[in-house]
């Protein structure tokens, strides 16, 4: 029986070396990634490379006594150097589109990490991956039509090639088996399949694989949603007056060197008054993680004609400056997207000692609101499953005083700064949640492709019935809001 080693250290190198096997990344809008010139030399090149390095002595050392699958090995090679390519195209651009320099970079990264471990262990890895996908699929439909398990329609769409390789390759292993009902032929997970399918999946849990997975996804959403500004002001109609009460709630003065986090397409940095608010001389850094939405901040800053902000791509957990480099930290809507136990650190590192840190983001509500459970009762039923809420990255109340405490930081205050929410478009709100700030992100991750999609589908369409029979005031929610600063000791 084959049985995939335990994987973790080799997977938690594969994230080091920055190379991504994530097929939801690759394909996450269905568009092309590559010119037709460029896919055909990309192509050639992971088809050349699989060639020299699937040797027989690492045939044997993955496979031992199992028949190699003929195209896996150049299949794998092109799919990760595609996938790598087009992260590297989110983190730079925040586009979709891959050049040739990216795919340099990405066959570069292959390569090293072929080098230093093997090829063999690279496609142990994507084995994992891929097989992962695949039976979580069936685990969650029951079972496949065969046509569209080969075709990938189901739960790899984004795939230009045949899954038939590797349906017979797990037959072949005992994880599924294909069996015929009135003339049609269906894939099912077999009981082997499912202990492979779990312990899969606490492989790529422990390694910390399920968390990057999301991170890639939330980063590409945000990067994709173009509609971002126009609909969130819609959505949160009082926000534009909230950022500027917390501008003046975390004591921005003129001529402080400002640090915001998760800045977007710049609402607190330009309309929230952020960057007036430090004139004659001083300066504004926004950071933020997705590049699509630094492009549009700069769009901005360029139309406003505003000189004193400097807009810089990263991340909450690992800031790029010195120490005590900042008279002041903040952001707004951000917080919640992070790791708490490495951006408050973070944070508190970079601000100087007797500087602020502050932050106003969303709480965690109480959902059981009568049109909301009817709007989102296919979440709830997700949920249900586990006897237990639907999961978000929403925080708790006393979380974030708690880690600034454990930060070190002091005088720290709260302010309550509800959020009105307007339920009002259907596929406006449904797009704006789901698709673009990935409110339930972690309940819909674990679903495949099309299951996802349906889900999508039948928010919109359950909207649209929920507006009909309840009137725009009863469709108005209110999340609990907490603004909150604290102070770096001076000693």
């Not at 990216?102 to 991956?129: C, I, K, P």
């Not at 005590?324 to 650190?345: A, C, N, R, Y």
């Not at 992100?441 to 649209?464: H, M, Q, V």
Request: charged share 25%.
């Amino acid at each position: 029986m084959f049985i995939f080693p335990n994987l973790s250290n080799e997977l938690h190198a594969m994230q080091k070396a920055g190379i991504v096997i994530s097929p939801w990344l690759a394909g996450l809008s269905g568009e092309g990634r590559l010119d037709a010139a460029l896919y055909h030399t990309m192509s050639t090149r992971t088809r050349e490379f699989a060639h020299v390095h699937w040797t027989e002595e690492e045939r044997v050392r993955v496979l031992h006594h199992l028949p190699s699958p003929d195209r896996i090995p150049q299949i794998a090679a092109h799919e990760i150097v595609a996938s790598t390519a087009v992260c590297l195209a989110h983190e730079r651009t925040g586009q979709v589109d891959v050049d040739e320099s990216l795919v340099d970079e990405a066959m570069n990264r292959v390569n090293q990490f072929v080098t230093e471990s093997s090829f063999g262990t690279l496609l142990q890895l994507y084995m994992l991956v891929t097989s992962w996908e695949n039976q979580n699929a069936l685990r969650h439909f029951g079972e496949i039509p065969e046509r569209e398990y080969v075709l990938g329609s189901w739960h790899r769409p984004w795939v230009d090639y045949s899954l038939g390789e590797e349906l017979m390759f797990a037959a072949l292993l005992g994880n599924v088996e294909i069996i015929e009902r009135n003339h049609h032929r269906f894939v099912r997970l077999t009981e082997e399949g499912r202990l492979a399918l779990e312990r899969a999946s606490a492989m790529l849990e422990q390694a910390g694989y399920f968390k990057q997975r999301l991170q890639f996804l939330r980063i590409s959403q945000f990067n994709l949603y173009d509609a971002y500004g126009q609909v969130t002001d819609e959505i949160w109609p009082d926000t534009p007056q909230q950022r500027k009460d917390f501008v003046r709630f975390v004591g921005v003065k003129p001529g402080m060197r400002v640090l915001e986090l998760g800045c977007a397409n710049g609402p607190l940095t330009f309309e929230g008054g952020l960057a007036e608010a430090v004139k004659p001389d001083g300066q504004v850094i926004a950071v933020d993680p997705s590049s699509g939405m630094l492009a549009r901040a700069r769009t901005k800053q360029q139309s406003l004609q505003i000189d004193r902000v400097e807009f810089v791509h990263g991340r909450a957990e690992s800031l790029l400056f010195d120490p005590g480099s900042f008279d002041l930290v903040l952001g707004t809507g951000f917080l919640h997207f992070t790791d708490l136990k490495q951006s408050i650190p973070e944070m508190t590192r970079v601000v100087r000692p007797g500087g602020m840190i502050g932050s106003w983001h969303p709480l965690k509500a109480n959902l059981n609101v009568p049109f909301f459970r009817e709007w989102f009762a296919p979440l709830f039923a997700l949920a249900a499953k586990r006897a237990e809420p639907p999961r978000d990255y929403l925080l708790d109340s006393e979380v974030v005083r708690s880690e600034m405490a454990a930060a070190g930081l002091v005088h720290i205050e709260e302010r309550s700064m509800p959020i009105t929410t307007l339920f009002h478009d259907p596929v406006k709100v449904v797009n704006h949640f789901i698709r673009g700030v990935g409110w339930f992100s972690e309940e819909l991750a674990p679903l495949p492709w099309k299951a996802r999609e349906d889900l999508i589908d039948d928010l919109i369409e359950r909207g649209t019935f929920v507006c009909e029979r309840f009137t725009p005031e009863e469709r108005i929610f209110r999340f609990p809001g907490q603004a909150i600063r604290a102070k770096r000791p001076v000693n």
